[in-house]
């Protein structure tokens, strides 16, 4: 079975071998690539419907359902993308020229977003068309990174730990954005945060488009291309693979259920802050507690997922997870106790952030061993989908759990302590008691050693 690649003298093309080691510089160019999706991504998801309610002055519901509408065609238009990557091949590579290419594009859309025409009339069409356009340009430079990492390696273990450096940088610009958005917003705009918010687009833009670069020119495409007689027929035989690939589907419910927890947990500190810990001022402590567990998570998700297994680690995870999380509720009144149990239990329960996307790859492998065909853009894609219905999900049991108790804008603080309570831990606990249902099936990790040996065969031309 022959297989056409790009000249191995070409430093960063798709390279001839499926080799297993990646040095130390280029899994931190790769995990780089978090840290600029943080500083454009977590920007927009964090501030952008303040921006339009305080800044460009758009009512909250108009501003609702521009969000609302953005996220599903933004949702819709993953698959899409997943389906060109895997049609591409350039002499810059096959993932990599999306994010050459992609992210000056994504920069530029990302400032026009925080900016609003001074014409009231005119604000809310703006809106529409900047969070729809800077939803598709981050789709299409976020999905190739993505898939950039079974396309680097096929050996499991290193793909662990590429998920790990990833996780932690993203940590890292989650961390950024929380921190500093706020104190560069009112630097850079004396008072006046319609330019400070613009300005400080600016910046995180830029350097989010030239951090996408470094990573381009510091990371290596080690598996082979599918040859292009193959690829008439690929669409066709993925999709109708895909709807039999139960290691992949378990990852995608999976997911769906993690990102729920997320969107629990990040939508809901403010209220928990207010309402139950008693002030305002906890937004920042427990958001940031949660950024750093992530960090910390990615220096353990390895050594746990090497020492009991994926299956078995998330697990385990997920059960210290629960019960860590119930020790929340006698401390949710004491701030200090209650955020260092809250980051031991984002750490531990937190695990299947790292793990994911590493899952994802070596269901690629199952993919192939399948169908013969590699389908690195379109199985991601199906993650990332994943990771915004999940978040979809999230938000909205948050604002229907925040309806059923009653909840409104004039409700006194403390006044739905137990119903904020049950709400931003209870749903959490409800959602990880699922993800270990879902990852139970999940046993892939076992066969991974006999299906890469019989995929190395057939591209050895030895097998049938």
Not at 30 to 55: E, K
Not at 398 to 423: C, E, Q, V
Request: hydrophobic share 50%; net charge positive.
């Amino acid at each position: 079975m022959s297989v056409r690649t790009t000249d191995p003298s070409a430093p960063h093309g798709s390279a001839t071998d499926s080799g297993t080691t990646v040095p130390l510089r280029e899994r931190i160019s790769f995990g780089l690539g978090d840290l600029a999706s943080n500083l454009t991504w977590t920007t927009i998801t964090s501030y952008l419907l303040f921006f339009y309610t305080d800044v460009a002055l758009i009512s909250a519901a108009a501003a609702g359902t521009l969000l609302l509408v953005g996220r599903l065609l933004d949702a819709v238009f993953d698959p899409l993308v997943g389906i060109v990557l895997d049609r591409t091949n350039t002499r810059f590579g096959r993932a990599r020229p999306y994010l050459i290419f992609g992210a000056p594009v994504l920069a530029v859309l990302t400032v026009l977003t925080f900016f609003t025409p001074s014409a009231e009339g005119a604000r809310i069409g703006w809106a529409y068309v900047t969070f729809i356009l800077v939803g598709l340009a981050y789709s299409a430079v976020n999905i190739p990174y993505g898939a950039l990492m079974p396309m680097m390696t096929r050996d499991s273990a290193t793909r662990v730990t590429l998920g790990s450096f990833r996780f932690a940088f993203a940590a890292v610009g989650l961390v950024i954005v929380s921190v500093a958005t706020t104190p560069l917003v009112a630097a850079f705009g004396g008072g006046d945060q319609r330019r400070g918010f613009l300005l400080t687009a600016v910046l995180f833009a830029a350097i989010g488009c030239v951090v996408f670069w470094i990573t381009a020119r510091g990371t290596k495409e080690r598996v082979p291309v599918v040859p292009l007689a193959q690829q008439k027929h690929a669409l066709r035989t993925s999709l109708k693979t895909l709807a039999t690939n139960g290691p992949w589907l378990i990852v995608i419910l999976f997911s769906v259920l993690l990102f729920a927890r997320l969107g629990v947990i990040t939508g809901g500190a403010v209220y928990f802050a207010i309402h139950v810990l008693g002030s305002a001022g906890a937004v920042a402590v427990v958001l940031l507690a949660f950024s750093l567990s992530a960090l910390s998570g990615a220096l353990i998700t390895p050594w746990m997922l090497k020492r009991f297994g994926h299956r078995r680690a998330l697990i385990i995870g997920n059960v210290i997870g629960i019960a860590l999380s119930l020790l929340q509720i006698p401390f949710r009144h004491d701030l200090v106790v209650f955020t260092l149990v809250f980051f031991l239990a984002a750490t531990i329960g937190g695990m299947g952030f790292v793990a994911v996307p590493a899952l994802i790859s070596d269901t690629i492998e199952y993919q192939e061993y399948k169908s013969d065909i590699r389908n690195e853009g379109l199985l991601y894609a199906g993650y990332s989908f994943a990771t915004k219905v999940g978040t979809a999900i999230g938000g909205a049991v948050l604002a229907w759990g925040l309806a059923a108790i009653g909840y409104t804008a004039s409700s006194k603080a403390g006044s739905l302590d137990t119903g904020i309570s049950w709400i931003y831990i209870g749903i959490p606990i409800l959602l990880m008691v699922l993800q270990t249902v879902v990852i139970a099936f999940y046993k892939l990790q076992r066969e991974l050693p006999r299906i890469t040996a019989s995929i190395a065969t057939r591209r050895s031309g030895t097998g049938s």
